[in-house]
């Protein structure tokens, strides 16, 4: 999508991480005063006891032509793929950073991809307006999706991998079911952009976000609204996740802030800040591979990790010569994937050389 607002990519782990409960330690919200002031850089390792990770670039991967909008691990942890504006899915091996094949069907550019469960397929969003369902070791398209009325901004498969919900520029979230290709419902969710779209673990809920501010938790059989949740006026929400245990929902937004809420009681919990994020959408995700993370993209250019229970900034990622919008956490490695605009155009993967 060439509307820079529109930049997105979604990286959430959880379909991969399901199993692991990652922030049942998470303690009820600190006051708002109880904010430590920020560490000098020569902060010592966090007084949790926990150790900092240590990631290093280990491959930079070029081959994209325009803006890379998202980038996602198989569940299986064999494979990357990657999206972007050039209307390309690229298949990459993130071990050698050597590129598998290219997806090709979709007529105008890209801004989401979501893997099945098993690895075997992968969904794409297009501006189009379809959603193509494509088996990877072909390369070839098994399905499309049509119904969309608009640009196509993000999809996500339920843990089960038979049912697909999607977002659009309309306003409208679907829900369809996989193998026969159909809608099986719509909903009119928001006024603006529907930028992020997920299932919880048992795909009882969705959980939504759009440019209207708002996040939104939805019944995924009746399609009724179950709570809405706002960000500050100034904190148009433009991403949103259900968290590995679905106990909480991770949500970024144009505050430069990432919220970890509490949405059965509708509190925020903690707010990681530090990076930049005003103008694109920026997806966050979650790290339980090794030291339990938070991990964003940003737009001074680099990739940041906050620890999940002290909110402290652990490590940043040089390297991009632009903004990072996409990135991604190997299920079961302690490897980072990042994706950057169009001055950059590269997919870079980190290593943790300390591999705790």
């Given at each position: 999508?060439e509307?820079?607002?529109?930049?997105?990519?979604d990286?959430?782990?959880?379909?991969e991480?399901?199993?692991q409960?990652?922030?049942d330690?998470?303690?009820?919200r600190?006051?708002p005063?109880?904010?430590?002031p920020?560490?000098?850089?020569?902060?010592p390792?966090?007084?949790?006891?926990?150790?900092?990770?240590?990631?290093?670039?280990r491959?930079t991967?070029r081959?994209?032509?325009?803006s890379i909008?998202?980038?996602?691990f198989?569940?299986?942890?064999t494979?990357?793929?990657?999206?972007?504006?050039?209307?390309?899915?690229?298949?990459?091996?993130?071990?050698?950073g050597?590129?598998?094949?290219?997806?090709n069907?979709?007529t105008?550019?890209?801004?989401?991809?979501?893997?099945s469960?098993d690895s075997?397929?992968?969904?794409?969003?297009s501006?189009?307006?379809?959603?193509?369902?494509?088996?990877?070791?072909?390369?070839?398209t098994?399905?499309?999706?049509?119904g969309?009325?608009?640009?196509?901004?993000?999809?996500?498969?339920n843990?089960?991998?038979n049912?697909?919900?999607?977002?659009?520029?309309d306003?409208?979230?679907r829900?369809?079911n996989v193998?026969?290709?159909?809608?099986l419902?719509?909903?009119?969710?928001?006024?603006?952009?529907?930028?992020?779209?997920?299932f919880n673990?048992?795909?009882?809920?969705?959980v939504?976000?759009?440019?209207d501010?708002?996040?939104?938790?939805?019944?995924?059989t009746?399609?009724?609204?179950l709570?809405?949740?706002?960000?500050?006026?100034?904190?148009?929400?433009q991403h949103?996740?259900?968290?590995?245990?679905?106990?909480?929902?991770?949500?970024?937004?144009?505050d430069?802030?990432?919220?970890?809420?509490?949405?059965?009681?509708?509190?925020?919990?903690k707010t990681?800040?530090?990076h930049?994020?005003q103008k694109?959408?920026i997806?966050?995700c979650f790290?339980?591979?090794?030291?339990?993370?938070?991990?964003?993209?940003?737009e001074?250019?680099k990739?940041?990790?906050?620890?999940l229970q002290?909110?402290e900034i652990?490590?940043t990622?040089?390297g991009?010569t632009?903004?990072?919008?996409?990135?991604?956490t190997?299920?079961?490695?302690?490897?980072?994937?990042?994706?950057?605009m169009?001055?950059?155009?590269t997919?870079?993967?980190w290593?943790?050389?300390g591999?705790?």
């Amino acid at each position: 999508m060439e509307h820079p607002e529109n930049k997105y990519g979604d990286s959430s782990t959880e379909d991969e991480a399901g199993s692991q409960t990652t922030e049942d330690d998470v303690p009820e919200r600190q006051a708002p005063t109880a904010a430590p002031p920020p560490p000098p850089p020569t902060a010592p390792a966090p007084s949790t006891g926990r150790e900092r990770p240590h990631y290093e670039l280990r491959h930079t991967l070029r081959g994209h032509t325009s803006s890379i909008s998202a980038v996602k691990f198989s569940p299986d942890g064999t494979l990357l793929a990657s999206c972007a504006n050039d209307k390309v899915v690229k298949i990459w091996s993130p071990f050698t950073g050597e590129l598998i094949r290219n997806l090709n069907g979709h007529t105008k550019g890209l801004s989401d991809i979501a893997w099945s469960s098993d690895s075997v397929n992968l969904a794409s969003a297009s501006d189009d307006h379809t959603i193509r369902i494509w088996e990877v070791d072909t390369g070839l398209t098994q399905k499309v999706l049509r119904g969309h009325t608009s640009f196509v901004f993000c999809v996500n498969y339920n843990n089960a991998s038979n049912l697909l919900v999607s977002g659009g520029c309309d306003g409208e979230i679907r829900i369809w079911n996989v193998e026969k290709g159909k809608c099986l419902k719509k909903i009119l969710a928001h006024l603006d952009y529907v930028t992020a779209v997920h299932f919880n673990r048992d795909a009882t809920l969705i959980v939504s976000c759009a440019l209207d501010g708002l996040i939104r938790i939805w019944n995924t059989t009746t399609g009724q609204c179950l709570k809405t949740l706002a960000e500050s006026h100034d904190a148009i929400c433009q991403h949103v996740q259900f968290s590995p245990n679905s106990k909480y929902i991770l949500s970024t937004a144009h505050d430069s802030a990432i919220r970890l809420w509490d949405y059965q009681t509708s509190r925020c919990l903690k707010t990681y800040v530090g990076h930049v994020n005003q103008k694109y959408c920026i997806a966050a995700c979650f790290s339980v591979t090794g030291g339990k993370w938070i991990i964003s993209g940003s737009e001074d250019n680099k990739v940041y990790l906050w620890d999940l229970q002290s909110r402290e900034i652990v490590q940043t990622l040089e390297g991009h010569t632009d903004v990072v919008v996409a990135v991604a956490t190997h299920p079961q490695q302690n490897m980072i994937a990042s994706g950057s605009m169009d001055s950059d155009l590269t997919i870079r993967i980190w290593t943790d050389r300390g591999g705790s």
